[in-house]
């Protein structure tokens, strides 16, 4: 009887991860629909006035964004692509890999990583990072019955889960960043209306 007691622990354990990594991960309908409601307002006000004030302008741009870590001019950019919420998702979670080149105006990658070699390889390792994480996290679980270990090792769960997790997560993540970046580097094409700056 103690061991259902430790194997419901251990899949509360479980659960509680995935819940708060869902809840992450997930925009509710009303964010949306504030999110709408702002960018809708931002953009009018921008068409109406044109002479607006710099701070309010780079301010409106930065909520647009969700983020200060990219510059206006960038946003302004991004927004003027054919999937500007796509675009500008992918970007800020590419930024690491991604620049938006001087010369063309186009988004591409950084010395670094423009090489197709140099992206390959690292998500080749992020893609081994997360199956070992991942392997390794739910290892008591896997392992039980083949090295017929007593119930009471999926205890071990509670270590395991947290801190293999976050590296597969983690793993898992970093080369979702670079896909992004690659389809945004490849499918990026102009919206016929262009914002002004």
């Known amino acids: 009887m103690k061991w259902l007691f430790e194997v419901i622990a251990a899949v509360g354990v479980v659960l509680g991860a995935i ?8 925009v509710t309908r009303s964010r949306l629909k504030e999110d709408y409601l702002f960018a809708k307002g931002f953009l009018k006000s921008l068409e109406q006035e044109p002479n607006t004030h710099h701070l309010v302008m780079d301010r409106g741009y930065y909520a647009l964004a969700g983020t200060t870590a ?3 001019a960038e946003i302004a950019y991004l927004i003027s692509l054919t999937h500007p919420d796509k675009s500008l998702r992918s970007y800020i979670a ?5 620049q938006i080149m001087p010369s063309s105006y186009k988004v591409g990658f950084r010395k670094k990583y423009k090489n197709p070699w140099s992206r390959r390889w690292r998500k080749s390792v992020y893609l081994f990072m997360y199956l070992m994480g991942a392997s390794l996290s739910m290892s008591p679980l896997i392992l039980q019955k083949p090295l017929g270990l007593e ?4 205890l071990m769960m509670i270590v395991t889960v947290p ?27 102009e919206h016929v209306q262009k914002l002004i700056v």
């Open 19 to 26: 819940r708060v990594i869902y809840d992450m991960t997930t």
């Open 70 to 72: 990219i510059t206006v």
């Open 94 to 98: 590419a930024r690491k890999y991604l």
């Open 151 to 154: 119930a009471t090792s999926l």
């Open 163 to 189: 801190s293999f997790g976050f590296l597969a997560f983690d793993s898992l993540r970093s080369f979702m960043k670079i896909k992004a970046g690659e389809e945004l580097v490849r499918d990026q094409t």
